[in-house]
């Protein structure tokens, strides 16, 4: 009978699949959370420079301009360089206009050519001066808390922290922003243990003299996703905290946009130790072993989900054995339970974003 073997092989796989994440997350909520940082906070008021590409953001960019206005923190010891690359919505007249009417200072640079926000931001790194202490990266669509930079100043502080990346919130309340939060717990807690890999393009704040040492990380999609992995790496904390809050905008929409994120998590995860690695910087350090699992949940999870599920898929085609069927039954009655199907949601971005990768070979960047 080949069946209840299948049937066994499938419940391990799925036991695996949803037990690795569940017991991760219990142990970084009930242990690694409530250690302290062990992190040097002090007083500290270093010059920040904050870098915002922009690509058509004409709806939104006045109101990322306010956002950033009524960031308190002294003006003398704030740049802002925005960055466009030839938008056609005419955002850059609403900067020009923004700027006539209110008091923020910034710089604005025009790229000719829309080569992606990745350029755009090694533009934009070009016209930081060396009297800059960090550098913070901004999505144009995103909305900070008014004690944002003042909070990553103390952090900065201890010369080990290498990145500071912000806790993540929704700008309308709903269950996506309940599921983030848990995720928010886990990156602090990564954190608190050393590291976290993934950073958050709304607020991204990374000590300059790294960047003028090392760059940013070259890899074909880099971007915000493996901004953590990259500096822990180079051996320096790289950490996302919970007394910065930036906002986003929920966009219900855009498949591909997913997509399209997830392939670049998964770039980021295959390329940025081995980055380091040829660069002769790579440092081991605690970070290790949040990483090993991150790629695991990342790169192999939700092939087992897959397998699982296809297994159970088979075994009740062959029909006789019932509790395949009512395995799989309540398998797919479960996602009416909106959690649990945010959860398998974002395990087919992964199973796709990796085969897309491995199709074309590189992240196609639709807006
Ligand atoms: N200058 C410039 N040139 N800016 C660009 C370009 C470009 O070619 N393309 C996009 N941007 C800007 C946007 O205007 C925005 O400020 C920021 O880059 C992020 O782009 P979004 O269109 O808001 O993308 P998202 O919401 O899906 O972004 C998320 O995923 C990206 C990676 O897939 C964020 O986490 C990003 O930080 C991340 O890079
Ligand atoms: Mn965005």
């Not at 994120?261 to 770039?267: E, K, P, S």
């Amino acid at each position: 009978m080949i069946e209840p073997i299948l049937l066994t092989l499938a419940l391990v796989l799925l036991g695996v699949h949803f037990g690795v994440p569940l017991t991760y997350y219990v142990n970084a909520k009930w242990n690694w959370l409530k250690r302290p940082w062990d992190i040097d906070l002090d007083n500290n008021s270093p010059n920040f420079t904050v870098i915002v590409p922009t690509y058509n953001e004409a709806e939104i960019i006045e109101k990322k301009l306010g956002n950033l206005g009524k960031q308190d923190y002294p003006s003398e010891k704030l740049n802002i360089v925005l960055v466009d690359s030839s938008s056609n919505d005419g955002t850059v007249r609403k900067i020009e206009k923004w700027s006539e009417d209110n008091e923020l200072d910034f710089e604005l640079i025009e790229e000719s050519k829309r080569l992606g926000k990745f350029h755009a931001l090694k533009i934009a790194l070009k016209k930081v001066s060396s009297s800059t202490d960090v550098v913070v990266f901004t999505d144009a669509d995103s909305f900070w808390s008014p004690d944002a930079l003042k909070n990553a100043a103390k952090y900065f502080a201890d010369s080990e922290v290498g990145s500071v990346t912000a806790s993540m919130k929704y700008t309308e309340h709903s269950l996506e922003e309940d599921y983030r939060d848990h995720f928010n717990e886990i990156r602090i807690a990564e954190s608190k243990v050393h590291s976290t890999p993934i950073h958050n393009g709304p607020f991204l704040a990374v000590r300059n003299d790294i960047l003028e040492e090392h760059g940013l990380p070259e890899y074909p999609g880099s971007d915000d996703s493996g901004f953590g992995s990259y500096i822990a790496f180079l051996g320096y904390r790289a950490i996302q905290v919970d007394d910065i809050i930036a906002k986003e905008p929920l966009k219900e929409k855009g498949f591909w946009r997913k997509v399209r994120r997830a392939q670049t998590i998964l770039t980021s995860f295959s390329n940025v130790k081995k980055l380091a690695e040829k660069k002769g910087v790579y440092k081991s350090t605690e970070f290790e072993k949040v990483w090993k699992v991150e790629w695991w949940l990342n790169f192999v999870n939700p092939w087992i989900l897959l397998a699982g599920t296809c297994l159970l898929g088979i075994s009740s085609l062959l029909g006789g054995f019932f509790s395949a069927l009512i395995i799989l039954l309540i398998g797919l009655s479960a996602l009416a339970l909106k959690e649990y199907r945010i959860w398998i949601v974002q395990q087919s971005y992964l199973i796709a974003g990796c085969l897309r990768n491995w199709l074309k070979g590189k992240v196609v960047w639709e807006k």
